[in-house]
C-alpha cells in the first residue's frame, strides 16, 4: 500500500496523542509492517515522545511563539491548524532523537514535514527503501535527505558519507544523486556513491550505467558503465578507472577490510565493531595489517590474527584486552 509521508506523521501524531480510530491504526499497524525502517522510526519518536513528554509543564511561553513562527516558513496556509500542533510534537521528538544520538539511525525532517533525512551513527549501518523502491545501503557516518514526494516528480538524492544504490528503473524518472560537488545520474543501476568530507568523492558501478559530473563545471562528464569507477580528487579532475578491489561494498554486509592498514586504526574499528576497549603497545600500534572481520567472528580470533601481524600476543585484564610485543 502506498502512503504519503505527511499522513504517515498525522498518524504517528495522533497515536502518541491517543486519538486513532480504528481505521487509522489498521492504516498505521499496515505501515509499520512495510519494512524495518518503518518501524524503526515509529519507535524512536515513541521512546523520545516518552522521554520528553513529562518535560511540558517546564516549556516557557516563547517556546509558543518560537513555534509559531517557524511553522509560518514550513506550512502552507491550506494544512489545517490540528496537523501544525501535532507536527510541532513530531518534530521535537525528532530533534530530540537527533541529540541523544547513540548507535539508532535517525530520521528528521529538515526543513519541514516535506523533506526526510535518514542518518547513520558512527558505528552502524542501514538500509531503507525510498518510496519508489530503490534499496539504500547506508554506510556509518552518512546522511541521506529526500523529499517527502520522492517519485513523483523527480528521484533526488543528496548524500553525505557513503550510500549503495539498487535502484528501481524509471525512465520517465531519473535516479539523481547530489554530493557537495558531484551529481550523478542513473536509469536503473546498482553502483555505490562515497562522499566523505575528507576523502575524494568516488562512484563505482556494479551494474547499468551512470553519468557523473562536476557540479562546480557542469561540461565535464563521465559516463561509467559495470566495473568502472571514477574519483574527484583535491586536482577537480574526474579520473576514471577500472574498479580493481570489489572489497569496497564489503561493508554493506558488515564486513571490514583492511588492506595494508596501520594496526592502530583497526584496533580502533574493532573496538566500534565489538564494544570493548583494546590497548596496543606503540611498537605494534605501528604495524600494517590485511585482513577481514565479519560480523560473527569471535572477537578472540580476531585479536589472534592482529597480534600475528606483528608478531605480538594479547591478553584481556579486566574488561581491558591488550596487545603486546611478545
Known amino acids: 500500500m502506498s502512503y504519503t509521508f505527511d499522513h504517515i506523521e498525522t498518524l504517528i501524531a495522533r497515536s502518541l ?10 492504516e498505521l499497524k499496515s505501515w509499520l509492517e512495510e519494512n524495518d525502517a518503518n518501524r524503526r522510526y515509529y ?8 522521554l520528553t513528554g513529562s518535560a511540558d509543564a517546564d516549556i516557557q511561553p516563547d517556546i509558543e511563539a518560537n513555534w509559531a513562527s517557524f511553522s509560518k516558513k514550513i506550512q502552507t496556509n491550506t494544512q489545517p491548524v490540528g496537523i501544525v500542533r501535532n507536527y510541532r510534537y513530531i518534530v521535537r521528538a525528532a530533534a530530540a532523537v537527533l541529540l541523544l544520538g ?43 535527505r529526500y ?13 553525505e558519507g557513503e550510500a549503495f544504490f539498487d535502484v528501481v528503473k524509471d525512465e520517465a524518472h531519473p535516479f539523481v544523486v547530489y554530493t557537495s560537488r558531484t551529481k550523478t545520474q542513473v536509469l536503473g543501476t546498482t553502483f555505490d556513491v562515497r562522499a566523505y568530507a575528507v576523502q575524494p568523492v568516488e562512484v563505482f558501478v556494479l551494474s547499468g550505467k551512470v553519468a557523473v559530473s562536476d557540479q562546480e563545471k557542469q561540461s565535464k562528464e563521465v559516463v561509467l558503465t559495470e566495473g568502472r569507477k571514477v574519483t574527484l580528487g583535491k586536482d577537480e579532475k574526474l579520473a576514471e578507472d577500472a574498479i580493481s578491489n570489489h572489497d569496497f561494498i564489503a561493508w554493506k554486509d558488515n564486513i571490514m577490510v583492511f588492506n595494508d592498514e596501520p ?12 564494544g570493548v576497549k583494546i590497548v596496543a603497545e606503540e611498537s605494534v600500534a605501528d604495524y600494517t595489517i590485511k585482513t577481514r572481520v565479519t560480523p560473527d567472528q569471535p572477537l ?17 585484564e579486566g574488561n581491558v584486552y591488550k596487545l603486546s610485543r611478545k
Open 43 to 50: 519507535q524512536e519518536l515513541l521512546k523520545t515522545w516518552e
Open 17 to 26: 496523542e491517543g486519538h486513532l480510530d480504528p481505521a487509522e491504526q489498521e
Open 263 to 274: 594496526i592502530g586504526d583497526v584496533i580502533r574499528k574493532v573496538e566500534a565493531l565489538y
Open 102 to 144: 547513540g548507535a539508532a539511525t535517525t530520521w528528521f525532517m529538515l526543513k519541514g514535514p516535506n523533506e526526510i533525512t535518514v542518518q547513520t551513527a558512527a558505528n552502524e549501518t542501514n538500509i531503507i527503501v525510498l518510496p519508489d523502491g530503490t534499496k539504500a545501503f547506508i554506510n556509518k557516518n552518512s546522511s541521506l
Open 300 to 316: 578472540e580470533q580476531v585479536l589472534d590474527v592482529i597480534a600475528a601481524s606483528a608478531t605480538a600476543s594479547w591478553e584481556k
Open 147 to 159: 523529499a517527502g514526494n520522492f517519485g513523483k516528480e523527480d528521484r533526488t538524492i543528496h548524500l
